[in-house]
C-alpha cells in the first residue's frame, strides 16, 4: 500500500487515535446513537478536504490530491445540511459556497440506489473530478428497512457486502478517504461484542479498517473509542461537536 495519505478530522484527539487523521485506501466507520456526531463528522470531512493544512501527504502526492479535490456524499437519510459545511467551511475561513461545489451530494432512497451511487464514482473520476473523499451516511439505514426478518438476513449481508466491496476497491484505485455511518439502537456493552450484533456487524467489521464508535458525554463533548483495528490499539479521545465543527 503506497502513497497512503490522511484527512484531519478536525479534532487531533481523534486524529491520534486513529494513527494521525482518516486514512486513505481504507473504510472508516463510524458507528454510534442518534445525535452521537457521526453526520457531524462526515460533513466536517468534506471540508477539511478543503483545506490544505488538513491533509496529510507526502510531496509527491499532495499536489494531486490539492488539484480541486472533491467529496462524494452517498446520503440515504436526507441528513446532508448545505448551511451546516457553509458554517463549518467560514470557521475556517473558507469560502463556502466553493467548498459546497466540491462535494457531488447523491440522495439515495434505498439501497439498490445507494449501490448504484457508490458504483458510479468511478464514472466521476473518469470523467476527470479528482474523487478522494467518499461519504456513506448512513451505510445500514436502507438494507435495515428493506431487509426485515431472519429470512432475508443472507440476502441483505450479501448486499451489503457487496457494497463495502465496491468502496473497498474504489478506496484502493483512487487512493481515497472512504467513510461509512452506522446507527446502532443502543450503546453495546461487553466492549464491543455485542456491537457485532448490530446491522452488518460482522460485514462491515470485516470490511472497514477503521471502527470508531460515538457516545455523547458533557455538553458539546463526544467520546471516541477506536476498537477491533489490525494494528492500532483500542484508544479513547474526547472531541467537541460546536457551531465552528469538529474540534478539541
Ligand atoms: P448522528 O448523525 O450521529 O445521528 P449528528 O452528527 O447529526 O448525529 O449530530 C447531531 C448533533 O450535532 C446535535 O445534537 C448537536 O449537538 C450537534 N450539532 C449539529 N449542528 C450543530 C451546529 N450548527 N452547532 C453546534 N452543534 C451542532
Ligand atoms: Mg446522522
Same mark, same amino acid.
Given at each position: ?9 478536525? &479534532? ?5 487515535? @486513529?494513527?494521525?487523521?482518516?486514512? &486513505? ?5 463510524f ?6 456526531g457521526?453526520?457531524?463528522?462526515? %460533513?466536517?470531512?468534506?471540508?477539511? #478536504? ?15 490530491? +490539492?488539484?480541486?479535490?472533491k ?22 475561513? +473558507? ?8 462535494? #457531488?451530494?447523491?440522495?439515495?432512497y ?5 449501490? +448504484? ?6 464514472? +466521476? ?15 445500514? &439505514?436502507?438494507?435495515?428497512t ?13 448486499? @451489503? ?11 484502493? @484505485?483512487?487512493n ?7 446507527q ?10 455485542? &456491537? ?30 477506536l476498537y477491533?483495528?489490525? %494494528? ?13 465543527g469538529?474540534?478539541?
Amino acid at each position: 500500500r503506497k502513497n497512503i495519505w490522511k484527512l484531519s478530522t478536525g &479534532s487531533k484527539n481523534l486524529d491520534e487515535i @486513529l494513527g494521525g487523521g482518516l486514512e &486513505s485506501q481504507s473504510i472508516t466507520e463510524f458507528a454510534g446513537m442518534f445525535g452521537s456526531g457521526k453526520t457531524q463528522i462526515a %460533513h466536517q470531512a468534506c471540508v477539511n #478536504l478543503q483545506c490544505p493544512e488538513r491533509i496529510i501527504a507526502d510531496d509527491a502526492i499532495k499536489e494531486e490530491i +490539492l488539484n480541486e479535490p472533491k467529496a462524494v456524499y452517498i446520503d440515504t437519510e436526507g441528513t446532508f445540511r448545505p448551511e451546516r459545511i457553509i458554517q463549518m467551511a467560514e470557521a475556517l475561513g +473558507l469560502d463556502g459556497k466553493e467548498v459546497l461545489n466540491n462535494i #457531488l451530494v447523491a440522495r439515495a432512497y434505498n439501497s439498490d440506489m445507494q449501490m +448504484l451511487y457508490a458504483e458510479n464514482v468511478e464514472n +466521476l473520476i473518469r470523467e476527470g473530478h479528482n474523487i478522494k473523499l467518499i461519504v456513506v451516511d448512513s451505510l445500514t &439505514s436502507t438494507f435495515r428497512t428493506e431487509y426485515v426478518g431472519r429470512g432475508k438476513l443472507a440476502e441483505r449481508q450479501q448486499k @451489503l457486502g457487496r457494497h463495502m466491496a465496491t468502496l473497498n476497491k474504489l478506496a484502493d @484505485l483512487y487512493n481515497c478517504v472512504v467513510i461509512v455511518t452506522n446507527q446502532v439502537a443502543a450503546r453495546p456493552d461487553a466492549l464491543f461484542g455485542a &456491537s457485532e450484533q448490530a446491522i452488518g456487524g460482522h460485514i462491515v467489521g470485516h470490511a472497514a479498517t477503521f471502527r470508531i464508535f460515538l457516545r455523547k458525554a458533557k455538553g458539546d463533548k463526544r467520546v471516541a473509542k477506536l476498537y477491533d483495528s489490525p %494494528h492500532l490499539p483500542d484508544a479513547e479521545a474526547m472531541f467537541r461537536i460546536t457551531e465552528k465543527g469538529i474540534h478539541d
